[in-house]
């Protein structure tokens, strides 16, 4: 997609921090860390968001909760952790690639909306 900052990012034509990347998904640190860590994990085929996954393109979501598990493993957050997924405007998503944002080394807010 080519006005998509995601597909950018993952075409290297915008730098990112690397944390994982196979030929399926790439993993990278947010730019605007909401917590001590904070890691976007993303499909490298584009999908506009949760709301657009169907039974042809969503295999790639359980890959990508094997690698959050072990990325969080590998970051050390051993006292848990958040995924959160923003969709759409109420959701406030702001990029219309997927992704999963996993945040932790903090307690975090008890909130969730
Ligand atoms: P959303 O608000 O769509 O759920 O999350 C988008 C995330 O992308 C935000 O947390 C934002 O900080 C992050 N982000 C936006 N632009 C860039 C960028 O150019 N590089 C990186 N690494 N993260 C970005
Ligand atoms: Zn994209």
Redesign the pocket.
């Known amino acids: 997609m080519e006005n998509c ?1 995601f597909c950018k ?1 993952i075409a290297g034509d ?1 730098p ?1 921090t690397k944390v994982y990347e196979d030929d399926k998904v790439l993993a ?5 860390p909401q917590a001590p860590t904070h890691i ?1 994990v993303i499909p490298k085929e584009h999908i506009a968001g949760v709301d657009e996954l169907n039974a042809e393109n969503a295999a790639v979501v359980s890959h990508i909760f094997v690698k959050i598990a072990e990325i969080a493993k590998q970051e050390g957050l051993s006292g848990g952790y958040r995924v959160v997924s ?1 969709i759409g405007e109420d959701g ?4 219309r690639h997927l ?1 999963f ?1 996993i945040l932790g080394g903090k307690k975090l807010h008890e909130g969730m909306a």
Do not use: A, M
Request: aromatic letters at 6%.
């Open positions: 900052l990012i915008i990112s990278f640190r947010d730019i605007n976007l923003n406030g998503q702001t990029v992704h944002h």
